[in-house]
């Protein structure tokens, strides 16, 4: 199994477009974190995370949308499917791709942090974030790494699941435009509907107990979300992913080309 999720991870990541892609993207989130004081610098990270996630969508999407088509298009799908590793290979798939979509956001977080700290020569990473701008109405004692740290963590839970849908997707259809397009609807939606307001329409106290908002915990911590918010938040994103999960089995072992 650990060979086929490094072969399955490989798959993923390791193509031209994709690579470009992230290196682009990477430079252009540089270009927007950091400031003149510990305060601005920190703030942008947390502030600008949020608003490059459908920079994240096209990324994690571009590496979903193709998970199936390789097997669909040489149609070793159909020879996979009479060896008791079909199962495998769907499981394989969900790991190596979740690991993917995790690296993707976390190493976007990683550049901001580092491009920030670097602004203010490496100071502040301990400061309270209830002392920089965009999380003071927080309160939190938690320190500005450590905010980092739960960051790093929800986008794992929130790769995890949007992971699931993507390789659903991808699962029934040959062509990776469908699941691409379809998947960046599925992420893309609640962004731009807070964005061109939705807020104006759904309370806060809604949008806190959306997947996208438990991905982006920084959001979370920034309204002061009470527990149930985490809470049901991660709950939701592993049980859907789970789901998702099993309707890809389903969706794969049973496609006949």
Known sequence: MNKLVRLELK???????????????????????????VSDSYSSVFQKIYLV???????????????YIMEYKYRTDDSIKTTKKQKEVVIAKSIANTIAASLICISILAAMMIRA????????????????????????????????????????IGSFLFAQI??????????AVKPFLLGGIVMGIPFLGNIYGVSQVFPLKFLLYTPLYG???SQLIRYGAPTSAYVFDGIF?????????????????????
């Open 53 to 67: 996630s459908p920079l994240m969508g096209i990324l994690m999407f571009m590496i979903f949308s193709e998970a």
């Open 166 to 175: 993507g390789l659903f997707l991808s699962s029934t259809s040959k062509s």
């Open 11 to 37: 798959k993923a990541i390791v193509r031209k477009g994709v690579l470009i892609t992230w290196g682009v993207v990477l430079f252009l989130v540089c270009m927007i974190a950091g400031g003149t004081t």
């Open 117 to 156: 700290a670097s602004a203010v020569d490496f100071q502040g990473l301990d400061t309270p974030i209830k002392e920089i701008w965009f999380l003071e109405n927080s309160g939190s004692n938690i320190t500005v790494l450590e905010m980092a740290g739960i960051q790093s963590l929800t986008f794992i």
């Open 237 to 257: 994103s592993i049980t859907i992913g789970y789901l998702f999960y099993r309707f890809t089995i389903r969706s794969f072992t049973r496609r006949r080309g």
């Open 215 to 217: 991905m982006f915990s």
